[in-house]
C-alpha cells in the first residue's frame, strides 16, 4: 500500500500545482473600459513597440475613444530619432491627407448656406475649368495624344474622386510629370497651384472613374472663392476655433516647434532614419486642399467626435446631421475597390468583402506620413494610430484596427 501510494504521488502533486496555477490565473482581472479589453489593448501595445525595437517606426501616438470617453491613449517611442526624443501625447504631425477630410467638411459648411448644388458643374464658380483634355495613354505623359472631355466636372466629381484627376502619386509617366508640376515647382497660392493642374491632362472622363485626385485643392480654392477668406482663415474660425483645435493649422508657431515630428525613412544601410529633405514647418502659403496641415492625435480627435456625434461639439452645430449623413455614405457605386467612398472619406459598406475586422458605415481615411483614423458610428468609436515615416504603406493601415477591433469585447 505504501508502494502504492509513493508512486501516485507526483501525480498528486502535479494535478494539485495545476489547480493552484489556474485557480491563481483566474484571479487576475481583465479591466474592461467602455468594452475594451485592458489585457487585448496590450497585444496592440506589444505590437507598436515591436515595431519600433526592430526600427520600422521611430515612435508612434495612439488613442481610442468610445462611449464618450477615452480608453486608450498612449506614446511610444521616439518623435525624432536623430534627436532622441522621447514620443509625447502632443507632438504635432504632418497629417498631410487627413488634411482632406478636414476640407470637405469646410467645404460642406458653404454647401449648408446654400452656395452651390452638388451637381453643379465648377466653370459656373471658376470660368477656367472648361475645355479639359483626357489623356489617351498615361504613359506617355504630356506629349501623349489626347480627346477632349465628354462633361464638364461637377462639384460632386471633385469631393468623390470621380473628376478625373490625378494625384501624381500612381507612378505613370503622366503622373509624375503632373506631381513635378503642382508640388515641386513653386506655387504663389492655392489658384496658382489649380491654374497649374487644369492646365494638364485629365487621366479619365469625368465620373467614369474612382481616381485618388488633387481635387480638393480645389475644393480650397472654392472655400475661397465662396467665403472671402483664404482657405487657412476659413478653417481656423469656422473649424479651430470652435472645436478649441489649438494645435492645427498650416504652419507651426515658433514657440511650438520643438512638438513636431520630422519624417522618416529606411535609408540605402536599411536603417530607420530622419529624413535628409522635411517639409517647411512655417512660411507655408499655399493653403492646400489635399494636404498641408499640421495637427496632433488629440486635436485630430476632436474634429472626429465632431463627425461621430452628427455635427455637433461644444454645444455648436457646425454641420447638419444630414450633411454628415450623405458625406459618410457610398457616393460612387462599385468604383472605389469593392468598398465606398464618400464625400472625403472612405466608407465601408461590405465588411465580408474587406477581409477586415470592422463594421458596415465605418468611414477613414490616413495620411502619406502614415497617420490613420477611423469612425465607427455603429460602434461609437473612434482611433487615431500617428507616426512619421515615408514612403507611405497602408500596412498600418490595416494593422492598427486589426488590433482595435479584436481588443473590443462587449459590442454596443
Request: aromatic share 12%.
Amino acid at each position: 500500500m505504501k508502494k502504492l501510494l509513493y508512486s501516485r504521488f507526483p501525480l498528486l502533486l502535479l494535478l494539485f500545482s495545476f489547480v493552484i496555477t489556474n485557480a491563481q490565473s483566474s484571479t487576475v482581472s481583465d479591466e474592461v473600459i467602455s468594452g475594451f479589453s485592458e489585457i487585448r489593448l496590450d497585444r496592440y501595445s506589444k505590437f507598436l513597440n515591436t515595431e519600433i525595437e526592430e526600427g520600422r517606426i521611430p515612435g508612434a501616438v495612439s488613442y481610442i475613444y468610445r462611449n464618450g470617453q477615452p480608453v486608450h491613449k498612449q506614446a511610444y517611442g521616439y518623435s525624432s530619432l536623430e534627436a532622441k526624443e522621447p514620443m509625447q501625447q502632443d507632438n504635432i504631425f504632418h497629417i498631410m491627407s487627413m488634411t482632406k477630410p478636414i476640407i470637405s467638411a469646410a467645404f460642406l459648411m458653404l454647401y449648408e448656406e446654400g452656395h452651390f448644388f452638388l451637381s453643379d458643374p465648377v466653370s459656373k464658380y471658376l470660368p477656367q475649368f472648361k475645355d479639359f483634355k483626357v489623356a489617351l495613354d498615361v504613359n506617355r505623359g504630356l506629349d501623349g495624344d489626347t480627346e477632349p472631355a465628354k462633361s464638364e466636372i461637377t462639384i460632386h466629381q471633385l469631393l468623390t474622386h470621380t473628376a478625373g484627376f490625378t494625384h501624381g502619386i500612381e507612378g505613370t509617366t503622366l503622373d509624375n510629370e503632373i506631381a513635378q508640376a503642382i508640388y515641386f515647382e513653386p506655387q504663389s497660392s492655392i489658384e496658382s497651384r489649380v491654374n497649374t493642374l487644369i492646365s494638364l491632362p485629365l487621366i479619365g472622363h469625368p465620373g467614369e472613374q474612382w481616381h485618388y485626385s488633387a481635387s480638393p485643392d480645389v475644393l480650397s480654392l472654392l472655400i475661397e472663392h465662396f467665403s472671402g477668406m483664404t482657405t487657412a482663415e476659413f478653417l481656423q474660425i469656422r473649424i479651430f476655433d470652435p472645436l478649441k483645435m489649438n494645435d492645427t493649422g498650416y504652419n507651426i508657431p515658433i514657440d511650438d516647434q520643438y512638438r513636431w515630428v520630422p519624417v522618416h525613412n529606411i535609408n540605402e544601410e536599411g536603417i530607420l532614419v530622419n529624413s535628409e529633405e522635411q517639409l517647411p514647418i512655417e512660411g507655408n502659403m499655399v493653403y492646400g486642399g489635399t494636404h498641408g496641415l499640421f495637427s496632433t492625435a488629440d486635436d485630430y480627435m476632436k474634429f472626429c467626435l465632431m463627425m461621430l456625434n452628427g455635427g455637433k461639439a461644444n454645444g455648436k452645430q457646425l454641420l447638419s446631421p444630414k450633411t454628415i449623413e450623405i458625406m459618410t455614405m457610398n457616393q460612387v457605386g462599385d468604383l472605389y475597390y469593392g468598398q465606398g467612398f464618400g464625400l472625403g472619406f472612405g466608407v465601408t459598406t461590405d465588411v465580408a468583402n474587406s477581409k477586415a475586422l470592422g463594421s458596415k458605415g465605418a468611414f477613414y481615411w490616413s495620411g502619406a506620413y502614415s497617420t490613420y483614423f477611423f469612425i465607427d458610428p455603429t460602434e461609437d468609436l473612434i482611433a487615431i494610430l500617428m507616426t512619421q515615416v515615408q514612403p507611405y504603406s497602408n500596412y498600418y493601415g490595416r494593422k492598427f484596427p486589426q488590433f482595435v477591433y479584436q481588443a473590443l469585447v462587449d459590442k454596443n
